[in-house]
C-alpha cells in the first residue's frame, strides 16, 4: 500500500515557476515507476512526466519538454516536479501517481493516486 500527499502547488506569474512534491508512505515505493498527471477546467486528466524505479529512465509529454523536471529521492520516498516558464494553459490540478513499470505508468494505468494540489498561472 503506498499512500500519496502532493504539495508546492499556488498561484504564480506566467514566466515562473513551481516545484511540486509528492509524499509518499510505504516500504514499496521504491518498487514503483512515478509520474504526475494533470487536469485542466473542462478537460480530461492528461501525462505530464514519469521516472522510473532507479530513475534512469524518464518521459515527459511534448508540451512540457525542456521546461519540466521529474526527480525522486528513494530515501526520502518522495517525488518531485519542478517546473519552470510556466504557463497559464499549464493552469490545473496536478496529481501523483504510482504504477508498475515506466510504460503503464506514462498509459495511467497506475496501483495509486494522491488528491491532488492546484496550479494557477495567470497572465
Known amino acids: 500500500q503506498v499512500q500519496l500527499v502532493e504539495s508546492g502547488g499556488g498561484l504564480v506569474q506566467a514566466g515562473g515557476s513551481l516545484r511540486l512534491s509528492c509524499a509518499a508512505s510505504g516500504r514499496t515505493f521504491p518498487y514503483y515507476a512515478l509520474a504526475w498527471f494533470r487536469r485542466a477546467p473542462g478537460k480530461e486528466r492528461e501525462f505530464v512526466a514519469a521516472?522510473?524505479?532507479?530513475?534512469?529512465?524518464?518521459s515527459y509529454a511534448d508540451s512540457v519538454k525542456g521546461r519540466f523536471t521529474i526527480s525522486r529521492d528513494n530515501a526520502k520516498t518522495a517525488v518531485y516536479l519542478q517546473m519552470n516558464s510556466l504557463k497559464p494553459e499549464d493552469t490545473a490540478v496536478y496529481y501523483c501517481?504510482?504504477?508498475?513499470?515506466?510504460?503503464?505508468?506514462?498509459?495511467?494505468?497506475?496501483?495509486?493516486w494522491g488528491q491532488g494540489t492546484q496550479v494557477t498561472v495567470s497572465s
Open positions: 521516472i522510473s524505479q532507479s530513475a534512469g529512465g524518464t
Open positions: 501517481a504510482a504504477g508498475q513499470s515506466l510504460v503503464t505508468t506514462v498509459n495511467g494505468d497506475c496501483d495509486y
